[in-house]
T-cell receptor
Framework: ETGVTQTPRHLVMGMTNKKSLKCEQH?????MYWYKQSAKKPLELMFV???????ENNSVPSRFSPECPNSSHLFLHLHTLQPEDSALYLC???????????????FGEGSRLTVL | GQNIDQPTEMTATEGAIVQINCTYQ??????LFWYQQHAGEAPTFLSY????GLEEKGRFSSFLSRSKGYSYLLLKELQMKDSASYLC???????????FGKGTTLSVSS
């Protein structure tokens, strides 16, 4: 139990489908993140929400659409994806605020996405 | 720009000591993190350095030199379960996110 839960763990979709990834954190954190992890590449930051407001949008194509309805939930809506979007999508959360928090990230186990 | 370099792969034997280096060139710096990721699992936090020097935590230690843009993770008394990917990450100046290197895959053999 990592405190950050992602569903589904595996998803296969066609290029014309619309699907969503869900992330839920039970740690009382108020920042949430989406990262993309592809083979042989570094973890790529996609989006950051702090206090439910988007504070980072890292030049991500518009076929990825995040949603953060509250500080415990984060979604990534997917539509008209490409095969190169196949990857592991990791959600993370962190506390935001005063020291001595290091601001470390707590990751979920990821959603493995395959686009056919 | 952001550039974080670490070796792709390393091998070591049980009981040995291994040092994984990380160099970074980033537009801002607000702390350096090391994470461990076993295959098929979530990355987990190992260490955090924001000031120069060595931070020790059990078998793992992490060192930072901000003037050199350099860090290392030192693993002592290696065990088979230490076989994993080790990710170096730098927090951006705004403190809003971590920027990761590609990771170093460590294989520990008996």
């Amino acid at each position: 139990e990592t405190g950050v839960t992602q569903t589904p763990r595996h998803l296969v979709m066609g290029m014309t489908n619309k699907k969503s990834l869900k992330c839920e954190q039970h740690l009382g954190h108020n920042a949430m993140y989406w990262y993309k992890q592809s083979a042989k590449k570094p973890l790529e930051l996609m989006f950051v929400y702090s206090l439910e407001e988007r504070v980072e949008n890292n030049s991500v194509p518009s076929r990825f659409s995040p949603e953060c309805p509250n500080s415990s939930h984060l979604f990534l809506h997917l539509h008209t994806l490409q095969p190169e979007d196949s990857a592991l999508y990791l959600c993370a959360s962190s506390p935001v605020g005063d020291s001595p928090n290091t601001g470390e990230l707590f990751f979920g186990e990821g959603s493995r996405l395959t686009v056919l | 720009g952001q550039n974080i370099d670490q070796p792709t792969e390393m091998t070591a034997t049980e009981g040995a000591i291994v040092q994984i280096n990380c160099t970074y060139q980033t537009s801002g710096f607000n702390g350096l993190f090391w994470y461990q990721q076993h295959a098929g699992e979530a990355p987990t936090f190992l260490s955090y350095n924001v000031l120069d020097g060595l931070e020790e935590k059990g078998r793992f230690s992490s060192f930072l030199s901000r003037s050199k843009g350099y860090s290392y993770l030192l693993l002592k008394e290696l065990q088979m379960k230490d076989s994993a990917s080790y990710l170096c990450a730098v927090r951006n100046q705004a403190g809003t996110a971590l920027i990761f290197g590609k990771g170093t895959t460590l294989s520990v053999s008996s």
